[in-house]
Nanobody
Framework: QVRLVESGGGSVQAGGSLRLSCAAS????????IGWFRQSPGKEREGVAA????????YSADSVKGRFTISQDNARRTVDLQMNSLKSEDTAMYYC?????????????????WGQGTQVTVSS
């Protein structure tokens, strides 16, 4: 069964924090790479961060480096995105995705499964 379910979105003021969680079915969690993407109205979906399930290596976009941290919890079968020092430009729908490799993780191709998304709104 393929399943990715995001949670943890909400509204927060600039400078605040949110923690997003991506819960995966056993089959989906076995994917080699799980990532987080976001999309704002009128903009293309962009890669935020990714984690290699086997090595634990992490990758993140320059725009979130030092503020966002991706991690995995094997017991819960989740991949979390801790977001600190949020800015208004972080406002977007956030999606998690699963794929076979983290190579070229920031591109949209190669991701086989997507969740439905969770909304993050940051007010200034």
């Amino acid at each position: 069964q393929v399943r990715l379910v995001e949670s943890g979105g909400g509204s927060v003021q600039a400078g605040g924090s949110l923690r997003l969680s991506c819960a995966a079915s056993a089959y989906t969690y076995s994917s080699s790479c799980i990532g987080w993407f976001r999309q704002s109205p009128g903009k293309e979906r962009e890669g935020v961060a990714a984690i290699s399930r086997g090595t634990g290596s992490t990758y993140s976009a320059d725009s979130v480096k030092g503020r966002f941290t991706i991690s995995q919890d094997n017991a819960r079968r989740t991949v979390d995105l801790q977001m600190n020092s949020l800015k208004s430009e972080d406002t977007a729908m956030y999606y998690c995705a699963a794929g076979v490799t983290c190579m070229n993780w920031a591109t949209l191709s190669g991701w086989g499964y997507w969740g439905q998304g969770t909304q993050v709104t940051v007010s200034s």
